[in-house]
């Protein structure tokens, strides 16, 4: 299997969507808390690119939803939860239908949208995206969503782990230096991912907003025995 990994949205080409697997990584927090949220019971996260979006859709649904989501790491004053994943628990998310805008993950998926196949992966599942991965016998891109348009150390490291097990299951191709990088930066960090992700910018934003557990949540390695996937053209994040 051919494997690349793009470390921007902004970096995002056609020739990375078009016939290929994609999985999106914001380990800090979005695809941690779609994928707390769907062991939680949750029966469905539409994504939604910015907050106003989300909060129309909201409004004009027939039926309660969940609204989730963001501003500056803390939940909006009229959303239901907001992006901790320890948040997304049975009693909240019981099969229920969410409605999701983060300042990256979301936009990184709507990005992704013209993939063949596409997940949302973090380091609480990495071996079961790699497996998820795999059966679809698509080449590979592992898209990191970034921290306002720049590089994020965790979510690179979010998909060195996929990375990782994605070579315990066969042969796996890593297609240039960033996958080489994102491959090195887990081998030298999973001892101490806690560590690591915390003294990542993505991490000292979320300590400086009093989240710090939020860190200690994400920074587990294969926690979670499964995937979501997103169904397209309608960016809804559905158990695999």
């Known amino acids: 299997m051919e494997a690349r990994v793009v470390l921007r949205p902004d970096d995002l080409q056609p020739d990375d969507n078009a016939g290929r697997a994609v999985v999106v990584f914001d380990v800090l927090?979005?695809?941690?808390?779609?994928?707390?949220?769907l062991a939680a019971g949750i029966g469905e996260i539409r994504i939604f690119g910015s907050?106003?979006?989300?909060?129309?859709?909201?409004?004009?649904?027939?039926?309660?939803?969940?609204l989730c989501g963001e501003h500056r790491c803390l939940p909006p004053?009229?959303?239901?939860?907001?992006?901790?994943?320890?948040?997304?628990t049975a009693d909240r998310c019981g099969e229920q239908i969410g409605y999701m805008s983060t300042t990256n993950g979301t936009r990184a998926i709507v990005a992704a949208a013209g993939a063949?196949?596409?997940?949302?992966?973090?380091?609480?599942?990495?071996?079961?995206?790699?497996?998820?991965?795999?059966?679809?016998?698509?080449?590979?891109?592992?898209?990191?969503a970034g921290?306002?348009?720049?590089?994020?150390?965790?979510?690179?490291?979010g998909a060195g782990a996929v990375l990782e097990a994605l070579s315990r299951i066969g042969d796996c191709d890593l297609s240039g230096d960033t996958a080489l990088m994102a491959r090195r930066l887990f081998d030298g960090a999973r001892s101490d991912l806690p560590s690591v992700l915390a003294g990542c910018q993505g991490g000292r934003n979320i300590i400086?907003?009093?989240l710090s557990d939020d860190i200690a949540f994400a920074a587990r390695l294969d926690v979670f025995d499964?995937?979501?996937?997103?169904?397209?053209?309608?960016?809804?994040?559905?158990?695999?």
């Open 116 to 144: 063949k196949a596409l997940f949302v992966g973090a380091l609480v599942n990495a071996s079961a995206v790699a497996g998820a991965v795999a059966a679809t016998g698509l080449p590979v891109t592992l898209l990191c």
């Open 51 to 66: 907050l106003d979006a989300a909060r129309a859709a909201a409004k004009a649904s027939p039926s309660k939803v969940l």
């Open 226 to 240: 499964m995937v979501g996937r997103v169904d397209r053209p309608d960016l809804i994040v559905r158990r695999a």
């Open 77 to 88: 004053d009229d959303f239901d939860l907001g992006n901790s994943p320890g948040g997304f």
């Open 147 to 157: 921290t306002d348009a720049k590089i994020a150390m965790e979510d690179t490291i």
């Open 208 to 210: 400086a907003a009093g």
């Open 29 to 37: 927090r979005a695809t941690t808390s779609m994928t707390a949220a």
